[in-house]
């Protein structure tokens, strides 16, 4: 089945595989998105291209580039999710709270979708969070 320690399980795609990041690799990538990373203004500005909506599919959802654009409690929450048999993931944020996600798992079929945007509703909700942003809540 590959090399040891190689966990693609049966999904064995040439040309793609799978990409492997560790959490400090998605942390960093979720701050470049969130426009704090100082410095980078080129980066910054394909990230946000990246995430401007291409195609409305309902009233609640956009689709950008990679991004899903999610409208939840008068928020919008901007994330991806995946995963194959072995693996759930899900990077999420609220660029208007400056606030974002990151949940890996090496175990497939985990709703980490569903977690990580309860967590992020939660945080946004959270009276701490928005007296120290100096935002109101929605």
């Keep these: ?57 309902g009233p609640r959802f956009t689709q950008a580039l990679a991004w899903q654009r999610v409208k939840n ?16 993931t899900y990077i999420g944020m609220i660029p208007q709270r400056r606030l974002g996600i990151v949940i890996l798992s090496n175990c497939g079929g985990e709703p980490a979708t569903r977690i990580g ?8 909700r959270s009276p701490a969070l928005v007296s120290e942003h100096g935002h109101k809540g929605d």
């Design 1 to 57: 089945m590959g090399e040891p320690g190689q966990q693609q399980g049966i999904f064995n795609w040439p040309g793609t595989g799978q990409m492997y990041s560790s959490a400090r690799d998605m942390a960093r990538f979720l701050a470049a998105n969130l426009g704090a990373l100082p410095d980078n203004a080129p980066l910054q500005a394909a990230m946000a291209f990246a995430q401007q909506g291409v195609f409305t599919v």
């Design 73 to 88: 409690d008068g928020l919008e929450l901007v994330d991806k999710n995946g995963g194959l048999n072995n693996t759930a």
């Design 117 to 124: 945007r309860q967590i992020m509703l939660a945080l946004a």
